[in-house]
Structures are given as C-alpha cells and as structure tokens.
C-alpha cells in the first residue's frame, strides 16, 4: 500500500522531470530527499502535500463528507436568502401566563396580548397571507411504536389569528400587528418531564408573492398556581395491632422554592403490662422524603391505530409509564421531645359491637412531639403538579379516536419512623428501660399539592383601574381668608425683599412696597403708619423737587 500511495503521488506531480529522475533511483530515497529539500524554504512541497492528503481522506460508503467541508456546507445551507428580505419577531405585551385557581373551577381564564413585528430589509415586499397559531405539543419519551415519529409528538391547534389573506405590500420599516386572545382556564400547564412534556408555542407564519415561506416561533410558559388556605390540612395514621397514632399538621399548599413548617406527634408509646411492668416504645430516627409521581398516558397515531392484528405492544392504542423520583430528603436523629407521662384521649375510640370482644382503651400514654421544616431541592428541577386527563379534547390528537394522550404529575411526603422497643421493670417513668433489641419502621404517605405562587392572587377580570370617583380632590381653596390687621410690613426683615428695588440715585428714597400699598387700601395700617407714611412722602417730595 505505501507503494502504491507513492506511485500514486509521481504520477500526479506537476513537475515531469522530477518524476523522470525519481524514477531511475529508489522511489523512498528520492521522495525523503525532496521532503528535505522543502523542508529547508521552499514552500511548493506545502501546497503539493496539500493537494495529495485531500486524496487520502477516506469517506463513507454513501458518500457523505466529513472533516470541516461538511462544516462549511451546513454553515452555508443555515443562512438562508429570506432572512435578507424580512425578519419576524413575536413581542409579548401582557405579563406571565398565570391561572389562578384549579381547573375544575375555571372561570375568567387569561387575557393574553401580544404583537407580531415585521422587520421589512429589502425596499418592497407582498405578502401573500399572514397568520398567527397557538399549538399545543405533547412528546413522550416511550410511545406505543418506538420507530414511529407521529407517535412520538403529536399537536394540536388551539387558536388561529388570520391577520390577513389578501395580498399586501410593506415597505422597508417596521410593521406591527396586534393580536390577542383569552385563555380558558382549563388548559394544563407547561410541564418539561422525564417521559412526557408539555409545551405551548406561537407560531407565525408568513406566505410570499415568491412562494417562500418564513416561520417564526414563540415558545409560552404557562403556570398554574392555587390561592393559600389559612388552615392547615390534618393527617391521622393508626397502626393495629399497636396503640401508635400519628398526627401530622402541614400547609395544603406547597411551593418549589421555600421550605413549610410540619408538626408531627406520635402518641401512644407506653402499653402496661399484666404482670406491672411497662412496654414502651422509643424513637430513634425520622426521616422524610418529598416524592414527584409522573404518569404519562402515550397514544397511537392515527395510522398505528387503525392498524389490526400485530404484535401485543403496537396493538394497544395507549401506553401508560411511571416515573418517580425524590425531590428532597432530609433525615432526623434528635430534636423531638419525648414525654411518656402524658395522657391523651385515643382517636381510635369506637363502641362495643358484635365483632369486638374487649373495648379499646379511652386514653393514649407516652407521646412525642417534633417540629421541623421540609423543603424542595431546586437544584432538582421540580415540577408543579398537573392534571392532562385523556378524555380533554385539547389532549387528543387529530384521528386517534377521542383518546387522546394525557399526563399527570402529584407529590407525596413519605415520613419514616424508627421505634425501638424498650422495658421497664415498674410503672415509674423514672425507671431505666432495658431495650428488647426488638424494633420496627412506621411509614406514612401524606399527599401534597405543589403549585406556582399566586402573588397578589387577583385575576385579570377583577382588577380594575381607578376611576374619577376614587380619585381624591384637588388641594382645597382657602376660603374664609381673614384679612390681616397686624402691625405694619413697611420694614420687612433682613434678607426678604416683597417687590422693593433699591434705589442708587443719593437724595431718593426707596420705593413703596406693594404689599404696604395693598394692607393700606384694605385700611388695614394704624395712624402711626400713616405719620409715618405721610412723613416719608414730605420727603419724597422734597428730593423730588431738588432734582
């Protein structure tokens, strides 16, 4: 082989007479020799094995490129003419997409407004039709046909603004066209998971007199979030054949940032025994977890399922998975307090029927009680929950027979117990217990509900802006201003000047104040301010007539 490639390289040389002379002596000796000779300032033998190691790239069986010329076509084929002719661009107007409330209760939905902006390059452009569409996409992971796209992702068409479909032309500037719709509010929210997603897109799309076509697309985030309830939700676990009750109090309603506080008690530690002595129980760790459940409903196409007969796993017209995962876990080895004296009423207290044959003790003894805050990891990405039902109509794809996909999401806090077994020889609480070596797990399952913040929690319909009524008066009038009658404002202090310019001519007095004139007209001066009034006039009269 290297024989050959040498040959190879002779044959192609644009210098003839060097390959005459390389071909009388040792081919190796005569190509290192001239590789040498390059080496040393010449630059032909560059360009020359530039030429020669383009032949030596291999390429696959089909024919495709690789190296950096397949770089450079994909980089030529991504800037295509249209973007020179016109740009597109969705502007949002109004804020975040935010349902207040749940589903069931949809009343007022969202008022969504936005503005589609034209960017004209070129001088002149006709456009054929112009439309906006919201879709909606659902994507599963794990479809009914593994190798089938439609079965993958399906759509589906909430609302269509034709903007216009006559032909229009825009000159070089920038256009905007307004458009808005209201929501219901019985749409699911954007969900990103594991084995399904759901997601919202606005997509533009603009036909021109050439043919061509320009897509733009605007993805939307749409959130749910449930108002807060002051009360906080109540769980009770009993655990036969033992008297242990456990009693938590948390919030109904948990966010994805932020912890909450849970207060747990357990109640019913100490069981006397026949023979005197006490059998009590004794906690010697907690530990609780947050759990996401995702459950992900995936159809079949219309084409798969229309299909009879086949396999098993394409033959089903619907695949359901699971996926769990904990989104925060914390474990608890001290912290709680422990009283074994006390006394509570049992919960679990019922009359005497046919099927009992001993009533049931009316007061628990021994319980510990704990406080501590559980949270959500961020870092996790969690989920809200949602609820896509597969009967929803905006949830089937077109043909699949009105069963459509669907997708749910809920959250549970799973809190673990560790209680050993321990003696004691007497009724005495103060007594040393001796440990049984015995001990057991108590799990407990609490549902939980995690939505969004509702903020201030008022909907798009309620608010409303201030109106003239609301608005306060304007500064009000001095009315009933009684004049004034003080001492007289000929001198004014130092500093304040109320209209009196000086006057540099030696031999003229000053000027009258105007305020002095007003108080005078409105009799308000005493006859001591007229002397005086009348004196300085005498003298104002006489520098008068000395000029």
Known sequence: MPGRLLRWERSHAPNQSENVVAAQSSPLKKFLQKADNDRR?????????????????????????????????QRETNMPEISQVMKMDIQMESPPILFLGPASNSSAGFLMS?????????????????????????HFAKPVVTNCADCHEFSNTLRTWRIFVEPR????????????????????????????????????RATLSTGKKITHSHE?????????????????RIFPPTKLVAEAFFPQIIHPIGDFPVEFRLSGLVS???????????LRRLMWRIEQHETAHAPACPRHNSEKGGSSRESSKIRSHTDTRIIGHDELKSGWKTDYAAILPNPNTKPLTTTTTTEPDATLLGAVELDFHAHILNNLRPLCDVDSPSSSSSSSPAGSGGSGGGLHLTHSLVVELVIEDEWVPSRNPAAVATPTGAARVLKMTFKVVVTERAGLGIAWDEEQPPVYEDVPPSPPHYAGVLPYCGPPLDEPPEGLSLGMVPVGTVGRGREEDPLVEMMRGRGCLGAGAEAEEGDGGASRRMASADL
């Open 169 to 204: 032309t825009l000159n070089s500037r920038k256009h905007f066209f307004p458009f808005s719709e209201v929501l219901p509010d019985h749409l699911p929210a954007t969900t990103h998971g594991n084995i399904a997603t759901l997601t919202y897109k606005l997509i533009a």
């Open 41 to 73: 300032g010449s630059t032909e033998f560059l360009e020359r094995r530039r030429y020669s190691m383009d032949h030596f790239k291999r390429t696959s069986i089909i024919g495709k490129i690789h190296g950096s010329d397949k770089k450079e076509i």
């Open 220 to 236: 939307l985030e749409m959130k749910r979030a449930l108002p807060p309830s002051r009360e906080p939700k109540h769980f009770k």
């Open 272 to 282: 006397p025994n026949r023979d005197g002595s006490v059998s009590r129980c004794r």
């Open 114 to 138: 936005a503005q589609l902006k034209l960017d004209v390059i070129s001088d002149r452009v006709t456009i054929n039709e112009l439309e906006v569409e919201l879709r909606e996409t659902h």
